[in-house]
């Protein structure tokens, strides 16, 4: 069966600028969760989405957000983007969203700010 | 608030020997712990994962790793490692009942010499 799917694969943004990362997950995964991941923090949790409810976040600030669509599906939009926000972005999806649920990964979408 | 820390930064051997990457968790409920394993220009993948019972955990290729709850440790063992294994190793804990929000280790990278 297909796999989590994240597109972009690669992007560059100014400053400033606003950014949207998709996030198709496994089919019939109903949870999806995002990660950023960068060589000074390692993987860190930004949110979780279940049934299009959000579920759990993590701490990043609200320039952060998600949605998850009735699919499944799910976006997360980083606004006024800063330098710092350079970083691979991961997207895993899990079937029932439980705390011992194996989590499938993406490859991922590589974020660069300039 | 969960930390999980990791041994060792980078690990290199040579080919048919035995592997231990150390792990230790701070929480004081109840987890869920994984290790996953992120090859060359892969995605992340599961190697196995304990949430209850023997606290000796089997996995995929061979791997394996021993819950020592007086100690809060997870450690992953590799009783004779190949070339193939050469990736990065991130342990995981995830606490019980908090839905897919994990919690990484700043992972290990291990290097296997032909």
């Known amino acids: 069966k297909a796999g989590v799917t994240q597109t972009p694969r690669y992007l560059i943004k100014t400053r400033g600028q606003q950014v949207t990362l998709s996030c198709s997950p496994i089919s019939g995964h109903r949870s999806v969760s995002w990660y950023q991941q960068t060589p000074g923090q390692g993987l860190q949790f930004l949110f979780e989405y279940f049934s299009e409810t959000q579920r759990n976040k993590g701490n990043f600030p609200g320039r952060f957000s998600g949605r998850q669509f009735s699919n499944s599906r799910s976006e997360m939009n980083v606004s006024t983007l800063e330098l710092g926000d350079s970083a691979l972005y991961l997207c895993?999806?899990?079937?029932?969203?439980?705390?011992?649920?194996?989590?499938?990964f993406g490859q991922g979408t590589r974020l660069t700010v300039v | 608030a969960q930390s999980v820390s990791q041994h060792n930064h980078h690990v290199i051997l040579s080919e048919a020997a035995s592997l231990e990457l150390g792990c230790n968790y701070s929480y004081g409920g109840t987890v869920n712990l994984f290790w996953y394993v992120q090859y060359p220009g892969q995605h992340l993948q599961l190697l196995l994962k304990y949430f209850s019972g023997d606290p000796l955990v089997k996995g995929i290729k061979g791997f394996e790793a021993e819950f020592i709850k007086s100690k809060f440790s997870f450690n992953l063992r590799k009783p004779s490692v190949q070339w193939s294994d050469t990736a990065e190793y991130f342990c995981?804990?995830?606490?019980?009942?908090?839905?897919?929000?994990?919690?990484f280790g700043p992972g290990t990278r291990l290097s296997v010499l032909p």
């Open positions: 995981a804990v995830n606490a019980e009942n908090y839905g897919q929000n994990f919690v």
């Open positions: 895993a999806s899990s079937l029932d969203g439980g705390s011992n649920t194996e989590a499938f």
